[in-house]
């Protein structure tokens, strides 16, 4: 049974063994999910499969909590107690991954790149980013053919409204060779910078909105809400992300 007229999304495609995986946002391969639902509160919970990679606020009064999103509304940390082994094991054995993320910037005018999403231990060594620079998104993969710090990095053109906040679905891709940026269910960019992953470190943690520690060289934090963050140790197709971004992201 089709989900999505035209779409190829399928019964079969959705569903994991995972915990508390229902209806037709679940695909295949969810590694880690936070859905931003928590009413209150300084946890952000892991849904996705395997032990539960929960996010602890370090600054509550950083952030609000409303309507299925957190907003960052100050510099803050959201991070992982300990590595993400569950992403660790589960990408360097597919040699392939997905991230995938609802969010709205607060503007246009954010540097760093500013951290949406992180597996890093700061801001020149990691596994994996999603991160916004000014009115472009970028995404960062450390592989056979980037160095420590994801770079060279994958950026798309400029995207963003500058004064405007629109809400974006943003999806970065490793398909074997190729990295991919998807903005609201369509390619924005693309490049050769793919290979194994080999070369991850395991003791990174998860961090959200920001990096796991200051340095001198400038501000790393992002600003605005996100309603959902999901890891897959797969690379999504076209149609699959496309597919999300017309279901949205509830």
């Not at 209150?40 to 602890?56: I, Y």
């Not at 991230?99 to 994996?128: C, H, K, Y």
Request: include cysteine; glycine fraction near 12%.
């Amino acid at each position: 049974m089709l989900l999505c007229a035209g779409c190829g999304f399928t019964a079969s495609d959705v569903g994991d063994a995972g915990r508390s995986i229902d209806g037709p946002h679940e695909l295949r391969g969810v590694i880690a999910r936070w859905e931003m639902d928590e009413p209150s509160g300084d946890v952000v919970h892991d849904t996705g499969r395997g032990p539960a990679l929960d996010l602890m606020i370090d600054d509550p009064s950083r952030v609000t909590w409303g309507a299925g999103a957190l907003g960052i509304t100050a510099p803050a940390r959201i991070r992982s107690a300990g590595p993400a082994s569950t992403i660790y094991d589960a990408c360097r054995m597919s040699n392939r991954l997905t991230i995938e993320a609802w969010v709205t910037p607060d503007s246009g005018m954010q540097v760093g790149p500013a951290r949406i999403a992180t597996v890093s231990a700061d801001g020149f060594e990691r596994n994996l980013m999603l991160a916004q620079t000014n009115r472009r998104w970028v995404f960062r993969v450390r592989t056979s053919s980037t160095d420590g710090n994801g770079n060279p990095e994958l950026v798309t053109p400029e995207l963003i409204p500058l004064a405007a906040r629109p809400r974006s679905h943003v999806v970065g891709v490793l398909d074997g060779n190729t990295r991919l940026i998807y903005v609201d269910g369509a390619e924005a960019a693309r490049d050769a910078k793919g290979g194994t992953l080999q070369s991850w470190n395991a003791g990174f943690p998860v961090v959200i909105g920001n990096e796991l520690v200051d340095d001198v060289s400038g501000p790393r934090h992002w600003l605005g809400e996100i309603e959902r963050i999901v890891i897959y140790d797969r690379a999504l197709t076209a149609t699959e992300i496309h597919t999300l971004y017309l279901l949205g992201p509830r």
